[in-house]
């Protein structure tokens, strides 16, 4: 099948992917007067004094607005607000499939982030929390970073750390195929963008051995004075050899590659010079940085893409409807690290050791039973860490 174009005949077919449909009845004199007026005045009044109440008289605590400016969409680029409807309404789709959570997409006509925060704060009183969604670095971290210290609902920027949350899962189970402890092994991040940095920044936190993250002009080094604030950063956190040069000086005797980058970057040969027992994560889309039959044809012992037509998908879509579901579920303040760690272990335990294998990693995403456990690891987790409100 050729998905593209089925897709855009589809679409013209569906007229949209997702639709609001009441949770009462309003058929007759009673039922309307209690849906709405009069009755409804009481519940109004209720929230008036106490405005923590709409979430348990409204629909507030179930529902989560997927927020983009339309500047990072997929592999696409800068395609603008209204282009990237399709993506947020199919993303709204998925967290109502496997997560039961109401989600509404909202593009916003910004690229200026003082307007798009402002937007968001202003509307954040109709929601229980907010995803963000394709938004380009660098200023998706400071309005991620605004909108978490300003608001008391969790706020979640999916290309950065849902991408880490399921790498991670990946990598948990992958490890385990070759024999190596993640303490002992040297990862290179080729992207050093929105999600290469979030994917660093998780596997630090889990005492990962080394990372080294690689961009256009080659590995990522502390003192370099030409960095952006974001790369300048996360060099200081990274490559403790001080190593310089290309992407393919990087992953010589390297042990993971992850690449959240571009298409065709890496040859045969890099991933021959990796370590025993490498480990291939090429999940540019639609093109990978190497294809996953020539990654196991130079060597690699584990191969993962972002694509469904290649076994061991890496995709958020394994994280964000069972975390945001446990998270509403306890009226979490914020996400923070143990809750998403937590969803990760979650994902990569659905995959049993029988049934473990270079070829599966990672569970299905329609597997419910893996939404359902994220879900329970990350309200348990938000207990402990005491972000929950209940």
């Known amino acids: 099948m050729n998905y593209r174009e089925e897709s855009l005949k589809r679409h013209a077919e569906w007229r949209g992917k997702i639709e609001v449909v009441p949770r009462v009845e309003v058929d007759s004199r009673e039922k309307l007067s209690l849906a709405y007026t009069p009755g409804v005045a009481e519940p109004c009044l209720a929230i008036q004094k106490d405005p923590e109440k709409s979430f348990e008289l409204t629909r507030r605590w179930n529902t989560v607005p997927v927020i983009t400016d339309g500047t990072a969409v997929l592999g696409l680029g800068d395609i603008g607000p209204e282009a990237g409807m399709p993506v947020m309404e199919g993303k709204c789709a998925l967290f109502k499939a496997f997560?039961?959570?109401?989600?509404?997409?909202?593009?916003?006509?910004?690229?200026?982030?003082?307007?798009?925060?402002?937007?968001?704060?202003?509307?954040?009183?109709?929601?229980?929390?907010?995803?963000?969604?394709?938004?380009?670095?660098?200023?998706?971290?400071?309005?991620?970073?605004?909108?978490?210290?300003?608001?008391?609902?969790?706020?979640?920027?999916?290309?950065?750390?849902?991408?880490?949350?399921?790498?991670?899962?990946?990598?948990?189970?992958?490890?385990?195929?070759?024999?190596?402890?993640?303490?002992?092994?040297?990862?290179?991040?080729?992207?050093?963008?929105?999600?290469?940095?979030?994917?660093?920044?998780?596997?630090?936190?889990?005492?990962?051995?080394?990372?080294?993250?690689?961009?256009?002009?080659?590995?990522?080094c502390a003192g370099d004075k030409t960095l952006a604030d974001a790369k300048a950063e996360i060099a200081l956190q990274t490559n403790r050899g001080r190593r310089t040069g290309s992407l393919a000086d990087a992953m010589r005797q390297s042990d993971v590659f992850i690449g959240v980058s571009g298409p065709n970057c890496v040859t045969k040969e890099m991933v021959a010079s990796m370590a025993e027992g490498a480990i291939v994560f090429a999940c540019a889309n639609p093109t990978p940085e190497i294809s996953y039959e020539d990654a196991l044809a130079a060597g690699a012992a584990v191969v993962?893409?972002?694509?469904?037509?290649?076994?061991?998908?890496?995709?958020?879509?394994?994280?964000?409807?069972?975390?945001?579901?446990?998270?509403?579920?306890?009226?979490?303040?914020k996400i923070d690290f143990g809750m998403m760690y937590a969803a990760a272990r979650a994902i990569a335990s659905c995959v049993g050791e029988a049934a473990l294998s270079p070829g599966h990693i990672l569970p299905y995403a329609y597997d419910l039973r893996s939404h359902k456990a994220v879900a329970a690891a990350v309200a348990e987790a938000a207990r402990k860490s005491g972000v929950a409100r209940r």
């Open 99 to 220: 997560g039961d959570v109401d989600a509404i997409p909202l593009c916003i006509r910004s690229k200026d982030p003082d307007e798009i925060v402002r937007t968001i704060e202003l509307i954040a009183g109709s929601f229980g929390g907010i995803n963000l969604e394709d938004i380009a670095a660098p200023r998706c971290f400071e309005i991620e970073r605004r909108l978490i210290e300003d608001l008391e609902i969790p706020v979640f920027h999916d290309d950065q750390h849902g991408t880490a949350v399921v790498t991670a899962a990946a990598l948990i189970n992958a490890l385990k195929l070759v024999d190596k402890k993640i303490e002992a092994v040297r990862v290179v991040i080729n992207g050093a963008g929105a999600a290469g940095i979030a994917i660093a920044k998780f596997l630090l936190k889990m005492n990962v051995g080394d990372i080294i993250l690689c961009d256009r002009q080659g590995i990522l």
């Open 304 to 333: 993962g893409t972002g694509s469904s037509e290649k076994p061991n998908q890496i995709n958020n879509v394994l994280v964000f409807p069972g975390l945001f579901r446990g998270a509403l579920d306890v009226r979490a303040k």
